[in-house]
C-alpha cells in the first residue's frame, strides 16, 4: 500500500414601527431556492391611547401617525399593484379610567383601494384609553384572509411601551413558531437610555429624534416588507473564503423540523455563491451535506434585504485506488470514520475520489487482511491512498476439513481468515503479503494431526494449494 499526496410615561415616547411578516406556511415555489408571493397585505396596527395626543416636533403624535401612513398608502399602489392594506387600532374606544386592556378594533378590512377609508376613519379617532400592544398584535394575526401564497405584514405604531401587563416578546415568539411574526423594525423617539433594551427581543431598534425619522423608518418598513428576501450562503474554506461549492445544501423550518428547500450548492459567473429568494418568516436550520455534515441553527433572515449565511466546509480530497489487473466484480470498499468516533461516515469505493472536511479520519479498507490507517484531510490537498490488486487462493481438498490463514505481525501471529470447514474446492481473495495455513483434515482425528503451510501471494495472481 503506498500513500501519495498531491497539491492540486412615565411613558417614554417611543414610536413603534414593526415590519411583521406573517406567513401560515411557506409555500414551494417551481424552483426550489424561490419564494415568490402572489399578494402583499400590509396591515396598520395604530396605537390610539391616550399619550398619543401629546406633542411631537409640530403636531400631536396620532396626528403625525395619521400623515405618514397616509402618505405611504397613497404611494404603495403606484409601488406595487399586488397590495392589499386594512388598519386596526387599539386603545382608542375607552377612557383611561376603565382601564380597558382589550380594547382594539379592526377598523377597516383588506382592500386593494382602502386608502380613502383608512383616512377617514382615523380623522374620526380620538385617543384616549391605554397601551394593549400584545393584545392588539395577537387579535391582528386573525385580520388576515387565510392565504398561503399571499405575504402578510403588520406595520405597528405606538408611542409607548405595553401598560397593559401583556408580553409583546412572548407573543411575537408564538406567532413566529407558526410563521406569522418576523422580528420587528422598533424605532424609538427619545428613548430613555434605560429603556433601550426593552425591545430586544423583538427586534431591531432605532432611536428616532425627529419627524424625519419617523418618515425615513416607516420607509424601511415598506420598502423590506415589499422587496423580495434574498440570500446567498457562504460556503467558506480554511481562509474564510467563499470558494467551497457543489454541495447538497437542505433548509429546515426551525421548529416543525420539515423541510422546506433542498438544492445543490453553486457559484454564479463571478465566482461567488448564487442568489436565492426565501421566505423571511419564521427560522431555518441549515444543513450542509458535506462529510461529515455541518449544520446552522436558527437562522433569521431580515426582510426584504440581502441575507449572507456563512458556513465554515474546509474541505480536501480523498482518491482511492487499487493498482494492478485483478478485475473485480463489485468495487473493493473503505470505511471511513472520523478519529475517535465510532460511527460510520461513510463508505467509499476505490477508485473514487470525495471531498471530506478538514480533519483527521480513521479508515479501515475492506480487504483482506483489513488494512487500517490514519489520514489528515487538510485544505485543498489531494490525499491518495493505493493499495496493490489481490491475489487469488486456491484450497483443493478431497476429504476437507477445518483451516485458517494467519498472517505474522511483529512477533505474533493474527488470524485473517477462517474457514471452519473446507469444501472439496475454496477460493479467497487475499492482499500480496507471506501467510501460514494451519489446517486438520476430517480423516485425521488428533490434534497431532495438525499441519501448517507458508504461502506467498502475488498480487493479480492465482496461488493453488492442495491439501
Not at 383608512?118 to 384572509?145: C, M
Not at 450548492?265 to 423571511?280: S, V
Not at 463489485?330 to 472536511?357: H, M, W
Request: proline share 5%.
Amino acid at each position: 500500500m503506498q500513500t501519495v499526496t498531491h497539491y492540486s410615561g412615565q411613558w417614554a415616547s417611543v414610536i413603534l414601527v414593526c415590519a411583521l411578516c406573517i406567513q401560515s406556511h411557506f409555500v414551494q415555489a417551481q424552483y426550489a431556492d424561490r419564494y415568490e408571493p402572489k399578494i402583499t397585505r400590509i396591515l396598520f396596527v395604530i396605537d390610539g391611547s391616550g399619550s398619543m395626543r401629546e406633542w411631537m416636533d409640530s403636531m400631536p403624535k396620532f396626528e403625525l401617525a395619521k400623515r405618514i401612513v397616509g402618505k405611504y398608502l397613497d404611494s404603495l399602489l403606484s409601488i406595487n399593484s399586488n397590495v392589499e392594506t386594512a388598519v386596526r387600532v387599539f386603545g382608542h374606544q375607552h377612557p383611561p379610567l376603565a382601564r380597558n386592556c382589550e380594547d382594539s378594533r379592526l377598523e377597516v378590512p383588506f382592500g386593494k383601494n382602502s386608502s380613502a377609508s383608512i383616512q377617514a376613519v382615523l380623522s374620526r379617532i380620538t385617543p384616549q384609553g391605554w397601551t394593549a400592544i400584545a393584545y392588539a398584535l395577537e387579535k391582528a394575526a386573525n385580520d388576515f384572509p387565510p392565504d398561503p401564497s399571499a405575504k402578510n405584514v403588520i406595520v405597528l405604531i405606538s408611542d409607548g411601551i405595553e401598560t397593559c401587563g401583556g408580553d409583546v416578546c412572548a407573543v411575537g415568539a408564538a406567532f413566529q413558531q407558526r410563521k406569522i411574526f418576523l422580528k420587528p423594525h422598533i424605532i424609538g423617539l427619545n428613548l430613555p437610555r434605560d429603556k433601550l433594551n426593552f425591545f430586544d427581543c423583538a427586534g431591531k431598534f432605532y432611536d428616532v429624534t425627529n419627524i424625519t425619522s419617523f418618515d425615513n423608518a416607516m420607509h424601511t418598513a415598506i420598502t423590506q416588507s415589499l422587496n423580495p428576501t434574498t440570500a446567498q450562503i457562504n460556503l467558506l474554506n480554511q481562509f474564510g473564503k467563499p470558494v467551497e461549492t457543489n454541495i447538497e445544501v437542505s433548509l429546515y423550518d426551525s421548529y416543525s423540523g420539515k423541510v422546506l428547500y433542498n438544492f445543490v450548492h453553486a457559484l454564479n459567473e463571478r465566482g461567488l455563491p448564487d442568489t436565492l429568494i426565501l421566505n423571511p418568516a419564521g427560522k431555518y436550520d441549515l444543513i450542509v451535506h458535506s462529510v461529515p455534515p455541518v449544520m446552522k441553527k436558527e437562522i433569521e433572515l431580515v426582510a426584504g434585504t440581502h441575507n449572507i449565511i456563512a458556513v465554515d466546509v474546509p474541505q480536501g480530497i480523498l482518491r482511492l485506488t487499487e493498482s494492478g489487473t485483478f478485475k473485480r466484480t463489485t468495487p473493493l470498499q473503505c470505511v471511513v470514520r472520523r478519529k475517535g468516533e465510532s460511527g460510520i461516515l461513510i463508505v467509499q469505493d476505490f477508485n473514487t475520489a470525495r471531498r471530506y472536511l478538514t480533519g483527521t479520519y480513521h479508515l479501515e479498507i475492506l480487504t483482506l487482511p483489513r488494512i487500517v490507517q490514519e489520514i489528515e484531510i487538510v485544505q485543498g490537498i489531494e490525499k491518495e491512498i493505493i493499495v496493490e490488486s489481490p491475489g487469488v487462493l486456491s484450497l483443493s481438498t478431497m476429504s476437507g476439513g477445518i483451516a485458517s490463514i494467519y498472517v505474522q505481525k511483529g512477533t505474533d501471529l493474527e488470524r485473517v481468515y477462517e474457514f471452519k470447514k473446507i469444501q472439496s474446492r475454496q477460493v479467497l481473495l487475499l492482499q500480496p503479503g507471506k501467510y501460514m495455513l494451519v489446517y486438520r483434515l476430517n480423516n485425521r482425528r488428533t490434534s497431532a494431526d495438525t499441519r501448517t503451510m507458508d504461502f506467498e501471494i502475488i498480487s493479480g495472481q492465482t496461488k493453488t494449494l492442495n491439501l
